[in-house]
């Protein structure tokens, strides 16, 4: 697992509308959310979808951009975006190489049945591109709220 103050790990991917997405071209310029949620349009990570959107000018104000990755396509996300006006990127790991350079693919358990998927994750990224603070497991309801008390106590 990664752990505050490494380096993040780079990624460049495309998001929805299939625009390269890059750690690096945020450097010295923006702070990155970077959150991992399981798949498009299902209820926890439409929740957490909404509620990142609902408060990105928030987010912009302190310099910080919000980005969901999941290894759905860059026209599943388009499609989510659209039903639901989102307001963030959405960045497409089809091969899954960014979540398992974030250790975000592990194996869960659900009804007794075991099999990998990936753990609903959180990382903030400094504009140096060091991780400032790093959440696994994290609950959909209220946690962008929660991530946005934690950037302006930064």
Partial sequence: MLEKQQPAPPFKLPNQAGDTISLESYKNAKQVVLYF????????CTIEANQFSALINE?????????GVSKDSCDSHQQF?????????????????????????????KNGIKKMGIVRSTFIIDKAGKLVDVEYGVTPDGHAQAVLEKIRSM
């Fill in 37 to 44: 949620y399981p798949k498009d349009d299902t209820p926890g």
């Fill in 59 to 67: 987010f912009a104000q302190h310099d910080t951009v919000v980005i």
């Fill in 81 to 109: 975006i659209d039903k639901f006006n989102l307001q963030i990127d959405l960045i497409a790991d089809t091969e899954g190489d960014l979540c398992e350079s974030y250790d975000v693919w592990q194996e869960k358990e």
